[in-house]
């Protein structure tokens, strides 16, 4: 059980959230457990926040950019492993919540590409 106390000026809001969950007809708890699960998956391992480090050395890649450097690393090879692609975009920071999506594009444009993509 976690307890704990909610600021005098957001008292509105924990009211608010209470009104909707019952219009929703649901539990308060489970709608604060489902909001934390978010936020953990979202800044638990494999952040996308920025480090300081991605200002040195060569700034900030978007998705697609980091998509395409894992698309051109297997274009030269001609065939990958899909274990293989997922633990590189893994590797490369993307959020739990966007993982599959992007091995799905990955793969697909390898496909596209004529690279041989074992399963």
């Known amino acids: 059980m976690v307890v704990f ?3 005098d000026n957001e008292v509105k809001t924990m009211t608010e ?3 909707i969950a019952e219009r929703e007809g649901r539990d308060v708890k489970d709608v604060m457990v489902q909001a934390v699960k978010e936020y953990v998956e979202l800044h638990g391992p494999g952040n996308s926040q920025t480090l300081i480090p991605s200002f040195v050395l060569g700034g900030i890649k978007s998705d ?3 998509e395409q450097q894992i698309v051109k690393h297997y ?4 065939e990958a492993r899909y274990l293989d692609v997922v633990r590189r975009v ?3 920071g993307f959020p739990d919540s966007k993982v599959i999506a ?3 594009k990955v793969i697909k444009q390898l496909i596209d590409s004529n690279v041989k993509v074992w399963r």
């Open 17 to 19: 959230l209470y009104r």
């Open 102 to 104: 992007t091995v799905n």
């Open 64 to 66: 697609g950019q980091i």
């Open 90 to 92: 893994r590797e490369a």
């Open 5 to 7: 106390k909610v600021p």
């Open 75 to 78: 274009l030269s090879k001609r």
